[in-house]
């Protein structure tokens, strides 16, 4: 059993900044890559910025400059550092873990998500 759990959501005004933080725990799993997402009211998932286990990123187009995701491998943890925050910017984010494991006979290749966190802006 892998567990994401998300922590740093929280109401901020705009301009202002918050740190996302989301670890994986569990056994027997190793990381491909961990990222956040968001989804607002009346809105699809988005993925908001992306880190592979080689340290290759990915950002949405509307974050790019203002968001920076970073992961501490030690720790099985990934960061979303976000900054100049917008009202538009509101909406609960999700952690995503593409993790592989290992059950004693074969390897699998899973998608696993954080419980989510609310984040709201105000203007």
């Known amino acids: 059993q892998v567990q994401l759990v998300e922590s740093g959501g929280g109401l901020v005004q705009a301009g202002g900044a918050l740190r996302l933080s989301c670890a994986a725990s569990?056994?027997?799993?190793?990381?491909?890559?961990m990222g956040w997402y968001r989804q607002a009211p009346g809105k699809q998932r988005e993925l908001v910025a992306r880190?592979?286990?080689?340290?290759?990123?990915n950002y949405a187009d509307s974050v790019k400059g203002r968001f920076t995701i970073s992961r501490d491998n030690a720790k099985n943890t990934v960061y979303l550092q976000m900054n100049s925050l917008k009202p538009e910017d509101t909406a609960v984010y999700y952690c995503?873990?593409?993790?592989?494991?290992?059950?004693?006979?074969?390897?699998?290749?899973?998608?696993?998500w954080g419980q989510g966190t609310q984040v709201t802006v105000s203007s």
């Open positions: 995503n873990a593409d993790l592989t494991t290992y059950n004693g006979l074969a390897f699998y290749t899973y998608d696993y």
């Open positions: 569990g056994s027997s799993f190793s990381i491909n890559a």
């Open positions: 880190i592979t286990s080689a340290g290759s990123t």
